[in-house]
């Protein structure tokens, strides 16, 4: 919900449509529109567990007054005070409990409600609880990528199977799946979007639709809560480097990697305001770093001297104080759940895409309950040693194959090459364009075309190779975005994207001037 957009309605007036470059840097530091900032200047997106009061005119001449409030703020135990769960059986058994009671409170509808399945091991909880409570006649969905590494179809099968559920439907999704809807994505998203595996989830609901199911139920929130990434473990094992206090031999072994692989980064004065920003320091630093290197990369000038040494961390209200009596890890929940789901899979990957094709999605493990019982608990039921998510694998042990509950973290992503096939797509090259690139003022289009030629040369699946094409499809995706949301003119965007939308997005198309076709 945008705040100024029901100010604006009060108001009787309009936004206009225009860029706001720190909303664009906020994409570029974080892969996501977090809020309340968003990329368009004049909009603000309303902050996830608030709402707003709205006090009507007093008929003394005082005008609408619009507050903005916390009904629920996110807090975790503090350190030594954690419940360390002395009894795992018993703490296994409530955790059973009140995920059991989440699912079937999402169950809850007049119509069937289906499932997404990845064959991980959050959707596939998921999945043996809902056939748990309603049977096993509940249709499940899966994604499958054209890619070996990528494809997950086998494991959705497997957990299907064990758990007894009707085998999943598929939709497809290649290279020119991710062409064709990006577009629609980003018009769905209403911001520039990085991530490709956004595209094959909203061509998911689009099936969903179109099998005349309305509500599905999904995992999101699972990795968020127990620590799921790999970064974690990157950080841990970083983190041994700085046993010896004063030396910060974490920072001199990041920097002797980047210059070792000619990676451009920023000052240590950078990362120092970071971590203080965040109350020390934080597996997601780093790993948002990847993206955030694009800003050195691709930036134009004018974009350097409009941001000039603003830093999007100090802007996500970190709760430093009260964050300074959460264990380390803990810290990094709270990361996790303001900027990644908050501004990521909730919007880019979850509701945003799949309201687009009138979809709800539930998630259980986002219940209150869930969270306030994961809240309490010893950062050792997060993280084991090396072993993620480890209350929740326990748990899983019960209800799904063995492979399915101990399988590693593996992020749901899609393959970065679409917009840089050979020969690369037109409307990809009219948006990279230098004339395209000049009329944004976004990014320095010299070094948009040298990389784009000098990525090849890097070894695939490397992170300064990663680095790379993440910050190219953040520039495309950038300017695709401005093509769609600000009058049009870098591309002729080709008639297969121009996919039939539901209904009040034509009727936005025409407000803003958007094209759904061809330019």
């Given at each position: 919900?945008?705040?100024s ?18 909303g ?53 135990a ?5 419940e360390?769960?002395?009894n ?47 049977g096993?006649?509940i ?76 509500v ?10 127990l ?13 041994y ?15 002797v ?19 203080n ?17 694009s ?22 209200n ?8 959460w264990?380390?890890?803990?810290r ?8 990644l ?7 880019a990957?979850?509701?945003r ?23 309490k608990?010893?950062?050792?039921w ?5 072993r993620d ?8 042990e019960?209800w ?19 917009f840089h ?27 948009v ?33 401005h093509?769609?949301?600000m ?6 965007l080709?008639e297969?994207?121009?996919v ?20």
């Amino acid at each position: 919900l945008f705040a100024s957009e029901i100010k604006g309605l009060l108001a009787s007036g309009m936004v206009p449509a225009r860029p706001d470059r720190r909303g664009i840097d906020h994409v570029f530091t974080f892969s996501a529109v977090r809020g309340p900032r968003t990329c368009f200047e004049g909009v603000q997106l309303l902050t996830p567990g608030h709402f707003l009061s709205i006090s009507p005119p007093n008929g003394n001449g005082a005008s609408v007054v619009v507050r903005e409030r916390a009904f629920w703020e996110m807090d975790l135990a503090d350190q030594g005070t954690e419940e360390r769960g002395e009894n795992p059986k018993r703490l296994v058994d409530d955790f059973e409990t009140l995920l059991l009671q989440a699912v079937e409170e999402r169950l809850r509808a007049d119509v069937p409600v289906g499932s997404y399945l990845s064959g991980r091991v959050d959707s596939s909880m998921i999945l043996a609880l809902a056939c748990k409570l309603k049977g096993p006649a509940i249709n499940t969905y899966t994604v499958r990528v054209h890619e070996p590494e990528l494809d997950e179809l086998d494991a959705a099968s497997l957990s299907a199977r064990h758990i007894g559920a009707k085998p999943p439907i598929v939709q497809d999704f290649r290279d020119e799946d991710a062409l064709a809807t990006y577009p629609k994505l980003i018009t769905a998203a209403e911001a520039p979007v990085i991530d490709t595996a956004c595209a094959a989830l909203l061509q998911l609901s689009g099936r969903v639709h179109t099998c005349g199911q309305k509500v599905v139920l999904t995992g999101e929130g699972a990795d968020e809560w127990l620590v799921g990434y790999p970064w974690y473990k990157a950080a841990k094992l970083m983190g041994y480097l700085d046993l010896i206090p004063g030396l910060g031999l974490s920072n001199v072994a990041r920097n002797v990697y980047l210059r070792v692989n000619k990676v451009p980064h920023f000052p240590n004065a950078w990362r120092r305001e970071v971590e203080n920003s965040v109350g020390g320091p934080n597996a997601w630093i780093d790993a948002y770093g990847m993206l955030a290197i694009s800003k050195l990369r691709f930036y134009s000038e004018s974009m350097h001297e409009t941001l000039g040494q603003t830093n999007p961390w100090t802007e996500l209200n970190f709760p430093v104080n009260r964050a300074k009596r959460w264990d380390p890890l803990h810290r990094g929940v709270w990361i996790a759940a303001r900027v990644l789901l908050a501004g990521h899979l909730l919007q880019a990957k979850g509701d945003r895409v799949a309201m687009h094709s009138s979809v709800e999605v539930r998630y259980p493990f986002l219940d209150e309950d869930v969270f306030d019982f994961l809240a309490k608990l010893h950062p050792r039921w997060r993280l084991r040693g090396f072993r993620d998510k480890h209350l929740l694998r326990l748990l899983a042990e019960r209800w799904v194959p063995k492979s399915v509950a101990r399988r590693h973290k593996v992020i749901f992503r899609a393959p970065l090459d679409s917009f840089h096939m050979e020969p690369e797509p037109p409307f990809v090259a009219h948006l990279l364009r230098e004339e395209s690139l000049r009329k944004t003022g976004y990014f320095d289009s010299a070094a948009v075309a040298r990389w784009r030629t000098q990525f090849r040369k890097m070894r695939p699946g490397s992170l300064p190779r990663l680095s790379v094409e993440m910050g190219l499809m953040a520039v495309a995706g950038t300017q695709l975005w401005h093509h769609l949301f600000m009058g049009g003119g870098l591309a002729d965007l080709p008639e297969w994207s121009s996919v039939p939308s539901p209904a009040g997005v034509e009727a936005r198309a025409v407000m803003t001037g958007m094209p759904l076709k061809k330019s």
